[in-house]
């Protein structure tokens, strides 16, 4: 008869047996009594350091995984369900992107299943709309949030924008829910420039004055009330975006990658309820 030993391995032989496969793996070593022990602390030692070095693989593995997820949170699109809203909760949000002498008589769309529906008719031109973040950059800085399922930015197009910026929401959109990757919606969106993005009209401009606007996962998601105005790709410097103490930023986003669309941004000093809204840009 032999002795039962038992010690952390992940080594397994024709003198072993697996009792666990958690990473620390106990497993019973059967030791003939006509072992020497010199010969039965070799066996110990050589499955010890078989164990010891699948551990320091294991955990090597785990790290870059939790390095990779730190890096990139949202690696991919999440369920649809996530991204969708409540109807009404969803015309309310739109509409509070915009003052309420301008949004109560705008269209409001909502997204669905198979794409923005339009939920309320509305007579003015105004089309109020909450974007979800694939409508964010495709690289760069905030690139890694495309694929957040909590991001939420209700705007107000203006009859302009209505006709020659909003298409892009809808068409980046239909990609999305087709199932497409990041990449595959930058192919089809360089695609719908050349072939059906319409002309983009002389004062095209929105507004994005929602105190309930959640554009990032930080401490303040809702960032400011800010109205947004688009022209073709240009040099900033011309409207002084991003200089110091100007008030005006230009959006990182669209900037002929792969829409050939800036956005510059102006914040409005107050919400659309008519509440100071005194936040400064950094």
Same mark, same amino acid.
């Given at each position: 008869m032999g002795r039962l030993l038992l010690f952390?391995?992940?080594?397994?032989?024709?003198?072993?047996?697996?009792?666990?496969?958690?990473?620390f793996i106990c497993i019973g070593l059967l030791i003939p009594q006509e072992e020497s022990l010199n010969q039965m602390g070799q066996k110990i030692v050589a499955v010890i350091a078989l164990g010891t070095f699948a551990l320091v693989i294991g955990l090597g593995e785990l790290r870059q995984a939790q390095a990779q997820e730190a890096k990139e949170p949202y690696p991919s699109m999440a369920p649809l369900d996530q991204y969708l809203m409540d109807r009404n909760a969803e015309i309310a949000m739109a509409r509070s992107a915009a003052p309420e002498a301008i949004s109560r008589d705008a269209d409001v769309l909502v997204l669905g299943r198979h794409g923005y529906e339009t939920a309320v008719k509305g007579k003015n031109g105004f089309v109020c709309v909450v974007?979800?973040?694939?409508?964010?950059?495709?690289?760069?800085?905030?690139?890694?949030?495309?694929?957040?399922p909590k991001g939420r930015g209700p705007l107000c197009f203006n009859p302009p924008a209505a006709r020659s910026i909003l298409p892009i929401t809808i068409k980046r959109t239909e990609l999305v829910l087709a199932g497409q990757s990041k990449a595959q919606i930058f192919e089809g969106m360089k695609a719908f420039v050349k072939q059906g993005l319409p002309p983009l009209e002389p004062g095209a401009m929105?507004?994005?004055?929602?105190?309930?606007?959640?554009?990032? /996962?930080?401490? *303040?998601?809702?960032? &400011?009330? $800010?109205?947004? #105005?688009?022209t073709p790709v240009m040099d900033g410097?011309?409207?002084?975006? /991003?200089?110091? *103490?100007?008030?005006? &930023?230009? $959006?990182?986003? #669209?900037?002929?990658?792969?829409?050939p669309i800036d956005e510059f941004m102006v914040p409005a000093g107050w919400w659309s309820d008519g509440t100071p809204d005194p936040v400064k840009p950094n």
């Open positions: 952390p391995a992940t080594h397994e032989n024709n003198r072993t047996s697996v009792i666990s496969s958690a990473p974007d979800r973040n694939w409508m964010g950059q495709f690289e760069g800085e905030g690139a890694d949030n495309f694929w957040n929105s507004y994005m004055m929602s105190k309930e606007q959640h554009l990032n /996962d930080g401490s *303040h998601p809702n960032w &400011m009330a $800010h109205l947004m #105005f688009y410097s011309v409207w002084g975006a /991003d200089l110091p *103490h100007s008030p005006v &930023m230009l $959006h990182p986003h #669209f900037r002929g990658n792969p829409e």
